[in-house]
């Protein structure tokens, strides 16, 4: 049977991952920040998701990608994470389990965040509360 959009599948490396339709491609439009963006000249830029082999749904990689993520902030003495966007399920909730992981105290933004799907975001909340991840609201995020 052959692989279509949505399906789980299971790679060589032994991580699962959901067959997604083509987005966020290096150097398209789907992957551009939006021009109003506000952006510091210092800011980092870290790219995740080279790896033919595997698709990395956390910034701070997933084997054998290494984005470099967890260096650059420890470089920096950062000791606060704040995580949100798209998609809650996936890349953001991954990448805030990572900091975690990480030794980062972290916090998911939840009304700056959205999921692909109800049982997903679900899911990725309970797996946040269990890891330690705290969830706040982005009113409560001190610039």
């Known amino acids: 049977m052959r692989a279509v959009r949505f399906d789980k599948i299971t790679l060589?490396?032994?991580?699962?991952?959901?067959?997604?339709?083509?987005?966020?491609?290096?150097?398209?439009?789907?992957?551009?920040?939006?021009?109003?963006?506000?952006?510091?000249?210092?800011?980092?830029?870290?790219?995740?998701?080279?790896?033919?082999?595997?698709?990395?749904?956390?910034?701070?990689?997933?084997?054998?990608?290494?984005?470099?993520?967890?260096?650059?902030?420890?470089?920096?003495?950062?000791?606060?994470?704040?995580?949100c966007g798209l998609a809650t399920d996936f890349c953001v909730g991954n990448t805030a389990l990572d900091a975690k992981k990480s030794g980062f105290a972290t916090y998911f933004v939840e009304d700056a965040s959205r999921g692909v799907s109800e049982g997903g975001m679900k899911s990725m909340l309970e797996r946040l509360k269990d890891a330690g991840v705290v969830c706040v609201q982005s009113k409560d995020v001190v610039a």
Not at 29 to 52: S, Y
Not at 53 to 67: C, L, V, W
């Open 12 to 83: 060589k490396t032994g991580v699962e991952q959901v067959l997604w339709p083509e987005h966020c491609v290096a150097h398209s439009v789907g992957a551009a920040f939006h021009p109003l963006l506000e952006r510091a000249k210092d800011d980092i830029v870290v790219t995740k998701g080279l790896q033919k082999e595997t698709d990395s749904y956390s910034g701070f990689g997933a084997g054998p990608e290494d984005t470099g993520l967890r260096r650059i902030l420890k470089e920096r003495g950062v000791e606060k994470v704040y995580v």
